[in-house]
């Protein structure tokens, strides 16, 4: 793993085994990769929501393989997904991504615990499931044996008895606009009222679409990865075209392996 920006006196510097930049030939340590990626500090006026989402594109634009991410990612990657997880007081993602991915729970991460800990956080992240019908199976781990009781976040014209299905089987129902589906920007202030204010959304596209057009996201950790798929695949974020294109800027963005891991925030946040 090397960093390329920021540049630093150390980013250009000759490092053992061949390469160059800051940490070029070896392996980052989960806590430098923690630090590479901790979100803002709180103003003087206390913790703010801050919503950054996380994904992996291929080089020809496609965020998956025969439906699923996993095939266009690599281990560092995943090490960087894992550390994202473990940072955040709660996961936002999709119906649809959940049911494709297969999601279960987060789980507690013994390198992450002191950190957690002193932030004030959970054992492990809560995941907050957006969906309009609440057509999930309820019966499944990620609502019947979390660590921390995993949301449901719908509107208020959902289906009364999928709610009910939802809350028995141990899911907390969290409404988030006022027709069937949900709206982004209640979706943000519904999670800070519960206290959770480091967001972190793994799509799917649709949804990530979604927040792009309510302009509710404060960060992108994308992936590139040097791969070429063709094919139709859908891109990191769909739906309709938002009016103005919304501008962010480089944070910054490390490299292993030919994959880029890059760090964007809007233009006008100070890091």
């Keep these: 793993m090397r960093r390329l920006f920021p540049v630093t006196d150390e980013t250009a510097a000759p490092a053992p085994g061949g390469g160059s930049g800051e940490g070029a030939g070896r392996e980052w340590s989960l806590a430098e990769l923690a630090a590479a990626y901790a979100y803002p500090e709180p103003g003087?006026?206390?913790p703010v929501p801050w919503l950054r989402a996380n994904m992996v594109s291929t080089l020809d634009g496609?965020?998956?393989h025969d439906g699923r991410s996993q095939p266009i990612s690599s281990a560092?990657?995943?090490r960087i997904f894992g550390t994202l997880r473990a940072l955040a007081d709660v996961v936002v993602v999709g119906a649809e991504t959940v049911r494709k991915e297969g999601y279960r729970p987060a789980r507690?991460?013994?390198d992450f615990a002191a950190?957690?800990?002193?932030a004030g956080q959970r054992p492990a992240p809560a995941i907050a499931v957006v969906t309009a019908s609440l057509d999930l199976d309820f019966s499944l781990p990620l609502f019947t044996s979390p660590l921390v009781p995993t949301l449901v976040l719908t509107g208020a014209a959902a289906d009364p008895g999928r709610i009910a299905t939802a809350e028995k089987?141990?899911?907390r129902v969290v409404t988030a606009g006022d027709g069937i589906g949900v709206d982004p920007a209640r979706a943000v202030r519904a999670l800070a009222g519960l206290g959770h204010t480091r967001l972190l959304t793994e799509g799917g596209p649709r949804l990530l679409g979604q927040m792009a057009a309510a302009d509710v996201l404060d960060e992108l950790c994308l992936t590139l990865s040097p791969m070429l798929t063709a094919g139709e695949a859908q891109r990191i974020a769909g739906g309709p075209a938002v009016t103005?294109?919304?501008r962010f800027g480089l944070v910054s963005m490390l490299e292993e392996d030919g994959f880029l891991f890059t760090r964007y925030g809007r233009s006008r946040?100070?890091?």
């Design 169 to 171: 089987a141990g899911a």
């Design 62 to 64: 496609a965020a998956q």
């Design 115 to 118: 950190l957690r800990e002193a």
């Design 108 to 110: 507690a991460r013994e």
């Design 269 to 271: 946040t100070a890091y």
């Design 244 to 246: 103005v294109p919304h």
């Design 44 to 46: 003087p006026a206390g």
């Design 76 to 78: 560092t990657d995943m």
